[in-house]
């Protein structure tokens, strides 16, 4: 039930680029609830922000029905000057593979107060910092209503090694929430006999407008990233040893409306330890996290007066 609420409030997002695109396919049976099929969630919910004001929605969302990994959601929420809908379905596995599956989610929606850490096309002097760097103002954005509409799609493919030799999809059981069967990592790092590895090509296209009453700007994203993640886990969606590591390389070619070329190379690593259990917690688990991007397409251009501004440069924050 955690797993559902969490996946359907990142409905609600736009994406999360400090996170692994790809994750191992598992199916899960929980010892306590043996004769369900699959979980189910239908939440109403509201809330309300400095960017889209107070909005009330609905979202649902069914896990394990047509196929053990698969799950597909939707959600719709309203207010006085914000709408959105989404909906996705991820995990779904090509009937003639054991190995191939592929996920999409979408989202439209516009909001009275969007931001972005840009100076767009301007040139900058070089006393100012540019808007998101280290030493730029915090109230260095662009702010604006308008659209942000996304759509995300992901082919993925688990190579048959380590965990994964024998089939794609890693079964789990669970009692209380905590694994019970055998771990698919964490005793000892080698992807040939531990762990699972994914490779994962994704789609991504994204449009934001920002207007007011003199202007209007658009921008638009349409990138392809290939991303290999090792997890040497012993469970993922809650792990307790063990670690994981992914690798991407995203790049926009300035296809279609997309208006420039832009690369990013980005790097996630993830280590758990155990603590073991307490007097008031089953287990207790360290967990440290990094993650780090360079794009190698980013540069400054320059105009006569000594102005420069960013080009060639990852999409908007």
Request: with cysteine; proline share 6%; glycine share 10%.
């Amino acid at each position: 039930m955690r797993t559902l609420v969490l996946l359907l409030c990142l409905l609600l997002a736009s994406q999360i680029q400090a996170r692994p695109s790809a994750n191992v396919k598992m199916s899960v049976e929980r010892e306590e609830n043996r004769r369900s099929k699959g979980d189910t969630l239908v939440l109403p919910y509201a809330f309300s922000t400095e960017g889209m004001g107070t909005v009330i929605g609905l979202g649902g969302m069914a896990r394990g029905f047509y196929q053990d990994q698969m799950t597909i959601g939707g959600t719709f929420f309203g207010g006085k000057e914000s709408q959105g809908l989404a909906a996705g379905a991820w995990d779904y596995r090509f009937p003639w593979t054991r190995r191939v599956y592929i996920s999409a989610i979408g989202m439209i929606g516009y909001y009275p107060r969007q931001r972005a850490y840009s100076s767009g096309s301007l040139f900058l002097p070089p006393t100012v910092a540019p808007p998101g760097s280290n030493d730029s103002s915090e109230n260095a954005f662009i702010e604006a209503e308008g659209a942000s509409n996304w759509l995300d799609i992901k082919l993925e493919y688990a190579l048959p090694i380590g965990a994964a030799s024998e089939k794609g999809l890693i079964d789990y059981r669970l009692r209380n929430g905590l694994l019970i069967s055998a771990p698919s990592g964490g005793e000892h790092w080698n992807p040939l006999t531990s762990g699972a590895t994914i490779l994962t090509l994704q789609q991504t296209n994204r449009y934001q407008s920002f207007e007011n009453e003199q202007q209007k700007a658009d921008f638009t994203v349409h990138a392809l990233q290939f991303g290999v993640l090792y997890d040497n886990t012993d469970f993922p969606t809650n792990p307790s040893v063990g670690s994981s590591q992914y690798l991407a390389v995203t790049h926009d070619a300035a296809w279609f409306d997309s208006e420039e070329k832009w690369s990013v190379v980005e790097f996630e690593a993830s280590k758990y330890f155990s603590l073991g259990p307490s007097d008031h917690a089953l287990q207790r688990i360290v967990a440290i996290n990094g993650w780090t991007a360079y794009s190698p397409s980013w540069e400054l251009e320059e105009n006569a007066e000594g102005e420069t501004r960013p080009v060639n440069d990852p999409p908007l924050s």
